[in-house]
């Protein structure tokens, strides 16, 4: 089975400013690792994912995530956030072999101006 | 392409009701997941199926849930009796095998008095 915490539940940080969300995960086989956001009254949209090869992985909307085997880790990151960044965000890792996710409890990223 | 589009967007029933749930999946997609969200259990897997056919329904919580698929466009997510607690808001999410990722519908958020 596999586990993912996200360490922050509310992350809150000016306009233009870098932000990094924290993701771990546990899990007894190989991983595919997600990123998802989700705004106000809205179902959940991919932001990247990693499934092989680069461990830095580049997204939609300038997000950008790394993945650290040894940590296991996955944590998203944006160098400049804008206002309309604000929203909750959701780590998920899915195990080889299972085609269904399980998700973090999701960080709230909350851009003031 | 449309998208995963689900029905309704809000339902409001009272206790001991039946409630269906809708899906209609991308086309061409050949997963397909019902997820459940709460502000006290985040998004947990309910049920999930591959080519129409339930792979793993251990997220069921009991046997007042049921889900059917019974072609490639089409699910349903129904409780009968419905309680209080069964309130949340319910995603429908599809995925094809070689692409790894779901694309979620805006999801159902009912409410139970």
């Known amino acids: 089975a596999q586990s993912v915490t996200q360490l922050d539940s509310q992350v809150p940080v000016f306009e233009e400013a870098p932000v990094e969300l924290r993701c771990n995960y546990s899990s007894s086989v190989s991983v595919y690792l997600f990123w998802y956001v989700q705004y106000p009254n809205q179902g959940l949209q991919l932001l990247l994912k990693y499934l092989s090869g680069s461990t830095l992985v580049k997204g939609i909307n300038g997000f950008e995530a790394e993945f650290n085997k040894s940590q296991t880790s996955f944590h998203l990151r944006k160098p400049s956030v804008h206002i309309s960044d604000t929203a909750e965000y959701f780590c998920?890792?899915?195990?080889?072999?299972?085609?269904?996710?399980?998700f973090g409890s999701g960080t709230r990223l909350q851009v003031q101006p | 392409d449309a998208g995963v589009i689900q029905s309704p967007r809000h339902e409001v029933t009272e206790m001991g009701q039946e409630v269906t749930l809708r899906c209609k999946p991308i086309?061409?997609?050949?997963?397909l997941f019902w997820y459940r969200q709460t502000m006290m259990r985040g998004l947990e897997l309910l049920i999930y199926?591959?080519?129409?056919?339930?792979?793993?329904d251990s997220g069921m919580p009991e046997d007042r849930f049921s889900a059917k698929m019974p072609n490639a466009s089409f699910s349903t997510l129904k409780i009968q009796p419905s309680e209080p607690r069964d309130s949340a808001v319910y995603f429908c999410?599809?995925?094809?095998?070689?692409?790894?990722?779901?694309?979620f519908g805006s999801g159902t958020r009912l409410t139970v008095v």
């Open positions: 999410a599809s995925s094809w095998d070689k692409n790894y990722g779901y694309t």
């Open positions: 086309s061409g997609h050949d997963y």
């Open positions: 998920a890792v899915e195990g080889t072999g299972r085609r269904a996710l399980t």
């Open positions: 199926f591959n080519n129409n056919v339930p792979i793993d």
